[in-house]
């Protein structure tokens, strides 16, 4: 006797769907909409209706041409530099302490829910905790540096454009780096403990062995941290905009924040502001191409090279033997 | 070199402390005591002072509080039950799309909200969800990273033996998702749980846009209140009302620390 045979597959639709609709009506549809504003005359408070411009790209041309929009991406850039380059080094050194066999770091589990423990208190609150922290002419910080000696008066933090870009870069490392850490010693763990047996054997102190063995293994982690760092860098929002209001002149203003401005103040530019969101799409995109190579599936690509080598050694010999 | 290594990570702990220690001692500390000295590591006691003058302001943190715990609670139940039902669409059943569906969700896993922030509000303005929190719920029903997560996870814990023993009992599909996958994928459920409720209850961008009413602030706005003028001298109850916004982030995280940490080491890539 036959069995009915069931049909499954319509439930792998079925379950995806409540997701694919999610995605069309809250991030397609949106994306779509603020791509079409952007070729648009739509601007004021309160206003939904729009005719196309003439000139499609004129908001493109007119936001690429604005002084505070080059100076956001300037920004953006700098603070992000500032915080990366330190936050990275700092991660890999505790990594190397955290991750050393043989002279065994104790205490690692607390530590790390020290370090991680920034990541997760809002964002907002600690711009403003900042904010207080680097008051002036009275705050804790200028209170601190006093009693220290190091300056003789108050020093006005905020008023200048490169300790305020400081501070940011500031608290994104604070934030972020035990977040990476963290990533980076479950990278480690994740090595063949082989590579560092045989190490060992080969005499390598912990020095070496973290250069030349936990290193190279690292690599495809250390790409996917820059690059998730740099998408979540262009997002900057919450602590330039709370600490400082993008000031001094502009120096903290983000992408984000140059976005938010033109449509949420002054004469409510929705058109300028879309073009501008197109923009950082664009430049988010082509990091995501990037992240997108990086964590490509690794099976299908050697497969794939197995293939392409096999190919050409058979015809090789086809060559050869003819 | 060893008691190095112990005074680094030391100092690094104080400095993740140090800023919110500052900030719980001034919040029991009046305003001519900050400004004679900023800086103390012992409590006093102007504490329901402070309090008395930040709630006479427009700083009202248990509308905050209620309507922060309202979306991040319907934002984290939507995101956990349907990452797990698309993550099981993406594991269990053979559909000529499953693949392209992937690779889908890959590509989209980096799209920020920024990008269509401006059709999104045009959008919720037409449909008078504006001040609802709706718009900052519903979004939450597609969250690829943690499809992304849940997918891993039932690729490696699951056996297909248990589906299949399921439905020669006659359970229907969705039956034994509920009651038999869901029950499995508790581990995995709770870890991303808990990060997409903090990152829902941090959100600030979303709610900055679409809120307007101060009834519906969430707590992050209720936060940005204290930067205006109406506080601008009173420090002990700037420092408090910051405290008691960081207060139950803290209960969370120290409470759940352990499954924290594990879960930022899962969410890593393996090669």
């Given at each position: 006797m036959r069995r009915k045979s069931?049909?499954?597959?319509?439930y792998g639709y079925l379950f995806s769907l409540p997701f694919v609709l999610a995605f069309l009506v809250f991030s397609l549809y949106p994306i779509i909409y603020t791509t079409v504003i952007g070729f648009t005359d739509l601007k004021g408070l309160g206003k939904t209706t729009f005719k196309f411009l003439s000139n499609p790209f004129q908001n493109y041309q007119a936001v690429l041409k604005t002084v505070s929009f080059q100076k956001a991406l300037v920004n953006t850039a700098i603070i992000w530099i500032i915080n990366f380059i330190p936050q990275l080094l700092l991660a890999l050194l505790l990594t190397a302490w955290f991750t050393n066999n043989r002279h065994k770091l104790r205490g690692q589990g607390i530590f790390k829910v020290m370090f991680y423990?920034?990541?997760?208190?809002?964002a907002a609150t600690v711009a403003l905790l900042f904010y207080a922290m680097f008051g002036?002419?009275?705050?804790p910080v200028n209170d601190l540096l006093m009693s220290l000696g190091i300056i003789d008066s108050p020093y006005y933090?905020?008023?200048h454009k490169w300790p305020t870009r400081g501070i940011i870069s500031f608290i994104q490392f604070w934030t972020w780096y035990g977040q990476t850490m963290i990533v980076f010693i479950s990278g480690v763990l994740g090595i063949n403990p082989e590579l560092f047996e045989a190490a060992d054997i080969d005499g390598a102190s912990g020095p070496q062995t973290f250069l030349y063995v936990t290193l190279p293994c690292l690599k495809t982690i250390m790409l996917f941290t820059l690059v998730t760092s740099m998408i979540g860098g262009l997002q900057m929002f919450d602590i330039p905009r709370l600490l400082n209001l993008g000031g001094p002149d502009q120096s903290t203003l983000t992408a984000s924040m140059f976005i938010y401005d033109q449509a949420f103040?002054?004469?409510?530019m929705y058109n300028r502001a879309s073009a501008a969101s197109m923009i950082l799409f664009a430049i988010i995109a082509v990091l995501s191409a990037i992240l997108f190579y990086i964590m490509r599936d690794k099976d299908a690509i050697r497969l794939a090279k197995e293939k392409k080598a096999r190919m050409k050694a058979w015809k090789a010999q086809r060559r050869a033997a003819r | 070199m060893m008691s190095l290594k112990y005074l680094v990570c030391i100092i690094l702990s104080i400095l993740s402390i140090l800023p919110f220690w500052i900030m719980v001692m001034n919040a029991t500390r009046s305003t001519p005591e900050i400004q004679q000295s900023?800086?103390?590591l012992l409590p006093s006691k102007y504490l329901l002072n402070n309090l008395n003058i930040l709630l006479n302001?427009?700083?009202n943190p248990l509308t905050g509080f209620f309507n922060s715990l309202i979306i991040a609670t319907g934002a984290t139940v939507l995101t956990v039950y349907f990452s797990s039902l698309t993550a099981y669409a993406l594991t269990v059943y053979d559909w000529k799309l499953r693949q392209p569906f992937f690779t889908f969700i890959m590509a989209i896993l980096?799209?920020?909200?920024q990008v269509s922030i401006i059709g999104f509000y045009q959008f919720m303005y037409r449909v008078h969800w504006?001040?609802?929190?709706w718009p900052l719920i519903l979004p939450?029903?597609?969250?690829p990273g943690v499809v992304f997560f849940m997918r891993q996870y039932l690729l490696a814990t699951l056996q297909l033996d248990i589906i299949n023993s399921a439905r020669i009992d006659g359970a229907r599909e969705l039956y034994t998702f509920n009651r038999i996958i869901i029950p499995i994928m508790k581990p995995a459920i709770a870890t991303q749980a808990i990060f997409a409720f903090v990152g829902s209850w941090n959100q600030f961008f979303m709610p900055l846009v679409l809120l307007t009413d101060s009834k519906k602030y969430t707590m992050p706005i209720m936060v940005s209140?204290?930067?205006?003028?109406?506080?601008?001298?009173e420090f002990g109850s700037i420092y408090l009302g910051l405290t008691l916004t960081v207060l139950p982030l803290f209960i969370v995280y120290f409470t759940l620390s352990k499954y924290i940490i594990a879960g930022v080491a899962l969410g890593s890539i393996k090669e």
């Open positions: 069931v049909n499954y597959a319509k423990m920034p990541n997760i208190i809002t002036y002419p009275k705050g933090f905020l008023i103040s002054g004469s409510y | 900023a800086l103390s302001k427009s700083f980096m799209i920020p909200a504006t001040n609802s929190f939450s029903i597609a969250a209140l204290l930067r205006g003028d109406i506080y601008k001298t």
